[in-house]
């Protein structure tokens, strides 16, 4: 099992940016996949996750409405579109494993397999 996130960069208040997971190892179907965010001051917090269950998505009270995560299983990749960013958003994000195929936990801890971060910097 192995993930690679990336499409991180330095945007903008207000601007977009789109990351990519790259998965291999397993389906979608198998492990749902979360993304979280982490800041020297805030630690590692969920920000979305997405299983191949359509009516299965979740994110996070602070990006809700302007994050929206995908999947693309013919490239393996799951993607995070990220709008209207805030300065607050600045973290490296990171995707994971869940433990199973849907997204039923936020705490990173339950989190089993993760890819190398991606750093997103937003500032005017």
């Known amino acids: 099992v192995q993930l690679q996130a990336s499409g991180g960069g330095s945007v903008q208040p207000g601007g977009s940016l789109r990351l990519s997971c790259e998965y291999s190892?397993?389906?979608?179907?198998?492990?749902?996949i979360g993304w979280f965010r982490q800041t020297p001051r805030t630690g590692r917090e969920a920000v979305s996750c997405?299983?191949?269950?359509?009516?299965?998505?979740y994110y996070s009270t602070s990006v809700k409405g302007r994050f929206t995560v995908s999947s693309d299983n013919g490239k393996n990749t799951v993607y995070l579109q990220m709008d209207k960013l805030r300065p607050e958003d600045t973290a490296v994000y990171y995707c994971?494993?869940?433990?199973?195929?849907?997204?039923?936990?936020?705490?990173?801890?339950?989190?089993?397999?993760w890819g190398q971060g991606t750093q997103v910097t937003v500032s005017s």
């Open positions: 994971a494993t869940s433990p199973g195929w849907l997204c039923v936990t936020t705490r990173a801890s339950d989190f089993e397999s």
């Open positions: 190892g397993f389906k979608l179907e198998d492990y749902a």
């Open positions: 997405i299983s191949s269950r359509e009516d299965n998505k």
